[in-house]
């Protein structure tokens, strides 16, 4: 079973309703500095952690004294973008005493789905967390529209999730996990610790008497959303409580037994993400490979352009393509780390003549061996 002790790289989601103090409007430094407390003793034990935060905009609102209760979608960009600067200063604050740097990231909903964008997006999180700095990723409100808008940060925190080939993706919320009803109303309800299968019956809870758990935009159900797609990854999802009496932050006292609810992955995180290339994206090219390179693939070696000796198709940046042997046969598939007419310019050459021929230093690899799931012989 995945858990705070266990996973290796832990998404952690903060909503506005956690990181602001609503008397002040300005960021609650206190609880931001048990959470980066808790975040920086993970680090120290050689765990890598993400955070998604909201902020920017109940920020915003008190820098430009916006003060209704609603706000328009243009009034909100322009509170998202007095904000942010706002959020990340006080995620700075917070870790500064620790050693540990922060870097802002703004997606939007077409980062975490166009290809191409999504692996520039990885490549981005996977050097920061190498590096050793957390990475705090919130929606790009500022030019987000609605079309293109998660909406909640939950979905966006299981994308970015799925994206890092996260373990675990925590949720903290303002209830200690899911219940068989509301447990504010209901002196019956019954807490679950452990979700196996997210079933209709899990679903009609996030619904119903559990709809309101939560202050952010969707409450429960967008929660049960969030941990179908880290499901779906391979990645475990816990939601406990963000606010805790006493002195201990939020994922210090769930790996002291308090209360949360633990949605269980069937795979791992990279079980998941080669199930997903080979069985879930249509091709859309293919590459011919020598036979030193085909038994380099079967070693679990990505693929180099010294050994490729042919490219079909009008493939792009991040698509699905196979990988045939010189007789036809496929043995792979994978994600392009070039465009068809940049592998094209570079087949057969070696890693280091890659940027002689195309003008600009790319990856070494036509296809990383992470982005690659053999399918054949």
């Given at each position: ?6 996973a ?5 989601k903060?909503g ?11 960021a609650?430094?206190a ?13 120290a034990?050689?765990?890598q952690?993400?955070?998604?935060s909201?902020g920017?905009?109940?920020l ?6 916006l003060?209704?209760?609603?706000l ?6 322009a509170?998202?973008?007095a904000?942010?600067?706002?959020l990340?200063?006080?995620w ?21 789905e ?10 981005t999180l ?11 990723v ?9 079309e293109?808008?998660y909406?909640?940060?939950?979905r ?21 996990g ?5 447990p ?9 610790p452990?979700?196996?299968d ?5 679903e ?12 952010g ?17 391979g990645?475990?999802?816990?939601i406990?409580?963000?606010r ?15 209360k ?6 069937h ?23 020598d ?14 352009p ?9 493939f ?7 990988i ?12 392009a780390?070039?465009?068809a007419?940049e ?5 057969g ?6 940027e002689a ?6 990856p ?7 982005d690659m ?5």
């Open positions: 079973m995945t858990s705070l002790a266990s290796k790289r832990i998404v952690v903060v506005s309703a956690l990181l602001v103090d609503w008397e002040t409007g300005a609650d430094r609880w931001l500095a048990g959470l980066a407390r808790d975040c920086a003793a993970r680090m034990r050689g765990q952690v993400l955070i998604v909201s920017s905009i109940a915003g609102r008190r820098r430009l004294g003060n209704r209760p609603t328009d979608l243009g009034e909100k960009q509170c998202a973008a904000g942010q600067s706002l990340m200063r006080a700075e604050e917070a870790f500064e005493p620790h050693g540990i740097g922060c870097a802002q990231i703004l997606l939007t909903r077409d980062d975490t166009v290809r191409r964008r999504w692996l520039n997006g990885r490549a996977e050097t920061l967390l190498r590096l050793g700095a957390v990475p705090v919130n929606e790009n409100d500022t030019v987000v529209t609605e293109i808008r909406g909640d940060n939950d966006l925190a299981a994308r970015v999730a799925q994206m890092i080939g996260a373990d675990l993706l925590v949720l903290l919320s303002d209830v200690d899911l219940y068989t009803g509301d504010r109303s209901n002196p019956d309800a019954r807490h679950i452990v979700v196996a997210i079933t209709p019956e899990i009609a809870m996030a619904g119903g008497s559990n709809a309101s758990a939560g202050t935009v969707g409450g429960m159900a967008t929660k049960i959303a969030a941990a179908r797609i880290a499901h779906g990854a990645c475990a999802t816990l406990t409580l963000g805790r009496d006493g002195t201990a932050g939020p994922l210090d006292a769930v790996e002291a037994g308090a949360a609810t633990l949605f269980e992955p795979a791992t995180p990279a079980a998941a993400y080669k199930q997903w290339i080979a069985g879930s994206l249509a091709p859309q090219g293919s590459l011919t490979v036979k030193g390179a085909a038994n380099a693939l079967r070693q679990g070696k990505s693929l180099l010294a050994g490729v000796r042919a490219v079909e198709g009008a792009g940046k991040g698509d699905a393509v196979l045939r042997d010189e007789t036809g046969r496929e043995i792979a598939r994978g994600l780390a070039y465009d007419e592998a094209r310019a570079i087949q050459s070696r890693s280091d003549a890659i021929a195309l003008g600009y230093r790319g070494d690899v036509l296809i990383h061996r992470d799931v053999l399918t054949g012989g």
